[in-house]
């Protein structure tokens, strides 16, 4: 049984793909030396992290994919998470701080 990784309650993510696409996948990360859980927890890692590289491809992915078809939606969308980061980086803050704010906000009015 793999170490317990989180201190919360953890919950299953299932998908629906054709069983040819699972064995490849299987083989693949097979290769790689990967389970398909320790892949997947990488892949919502990456896009919950918003790292770069997983980003840039997501955002043309999204296009392709997406349910919603306007293209003015998924730029606007895309400028004011730019717009958010350059807040940020404005400000010197990042998730860890935005988490300490929310930390001493609880203990200094818990009835929130």
């Known amino acids: 049984m793999p170490k317990k990784q989180w201190d919360e309650p953890v919950e299953k993510i299932y998908a629906n ?10 083989i693949r990360l097979h290769h790689h030396g990967l389970t398909q859980s320790n892949f997947l927890r ?16 997501f955002d043309a992915w999204k296009l392709r994919n997406s349910k919603i078809n306007s ?6 969308s895309k400028k004011l998470h730019q717009q958010g980061e350059k807040l ?7 998730d860890g701080e935005i988490d300490n704010i929310f930390d001493i906000l609880e203990k200094e009015h818990p009835e929130l």
């Open 42 to 57: 990488g892949v919502v890692a990456a896009f919950l992290q918003d790292e770069e590289q997983f980003m840039n491809w």
């Open 88 to 94: 940020a980086a404005k400000f010197g803050i990042n």
């Open 17 to 26: 793909v054709p069983q040819s696409h699972k064995v490849e996948l299987k």
């Open 71 to 76: 293209l003015q939606s998924h730029k606007k």
